[in-house]
T-cell receptor, first 116, second 115 residues
Framework: DGGITQSPKYLFRKEGQNVTLSCEQNLNHDAMYWYRQDPGQGLRLIYYSQIVNDFQKGDIAEGYSVSREKKESFPLTVTSAQKNPTAFYLC???????????????FGSGTRLTVV | GNSVTQMEGPVTLSEEAFLTINCTYTATGYPSLFWYVQYPGEGLQLLLKATKADDKGSNKGFEATYRKETTSFHLEKGSVQVSDSAVYFCALTKGSGGSNYKLTFGKGTLLTVNP
């Protein structure tokens, strides 16, 4: 079945280390997104990419980096510059050609990152 | 810019009670509106959607009607079950093209249904 796979489900990081979260989709979607979820704050957009080799900053991009070398993959790196990285991270995708307005967005099951 | 405001939680109900979670939005043009549900420890699942004014989205007994005049998309269910306990997010996206391919979320409403 098609879907989005995020790995790992739980991740622990020491302060000062970079860490990369994986997001892979086999839906043939062009656009991919990273959201951060914190209790009481909903979901906030970190980065998004509408096409391979191109991506844009979202609302809270500082301390994060991404790449989009393949259509199916959109990894997120949480750098040591991110002051408060402990959160739940969600990856999503959609296909502009099919209309996100009609079909919405597909989400992965998330990665919970904890800084220890 | 676009924004979504939804009812603050948490909401606690008894099984078979009526549910309403209010959602209002601010957006230019004609956005599409969504309700997503998140069960504990999981990602978001699309619950229902509406793409134009007066559309009613429905799924699993949940309903919401796109009200352009009041810029609202309230979620309702006539009789909730324990299995409906989750966080519910109202969201919007604009029609199509360019930077409009972004979902804007409300802060979420935690629903707990007791037996």
């Amino acid at each position: 079945d098609g879907g989005i796979t995020q790995s790992p489900k739980y991740l622990f990081r020491k302060e000062g280390q970079n860490v990369t979260l994986s997001c892979e989709q086999n839906l043939n979607h062009d656009a991919m997104y990273w959201y951060r979820q914190d209790p009481g704050q909903g979901l906030r957009l970190i980065y998004y990419s509408q096409i391979v080799n191109d991506f844009q900053k979202g609302d809270i991009a500082e301390g994060y980096s991404v790449s989009r070398e393949k259509k199916e993959s959109f990894p997120l790196t949480v750098t040591s510059a991110q002051k408060n990285p402990t959160a739940f991270y969600l990856c999503a995708s959609t296909s502009p050609g099919q209309g996100p307005s009609l079909y919405g967005y597909t989400f992965g099951s998330g990665t919970r990152l904890t800084v220890v | 810019g676009n924004s979504v405001t939804q009812m603050e939680g948490p909401v606690t109900l008894s099984e078979e009670a009526f549910l309403t979670i209010n959602c209002t939005y601010t957006a230019t043009g004609y956005p599409s509106l969504f309700w997503y549900v998140q069960y504990p420890g999981e990602g978001l699942q699309l619950l229902l959607k509406a793409t134009k004014a007066d559309d009613k989205g429905s799924n699993k007994g949940f309903e919401a009607t796109y009200r352009k005049e009041t810029t609202s998309f309230h979620l309702e269910k006539g009789s909730v079950q324990v299995s409906d306990s989750a966080v519910y997010f109202c969201a919007l996206t604009k029609g199509s093209g360019g930077s409009n391919y972004k979902l804007t979320f409300g802060k979420g409403t935690l629903l707990t249904v007791n037996p």
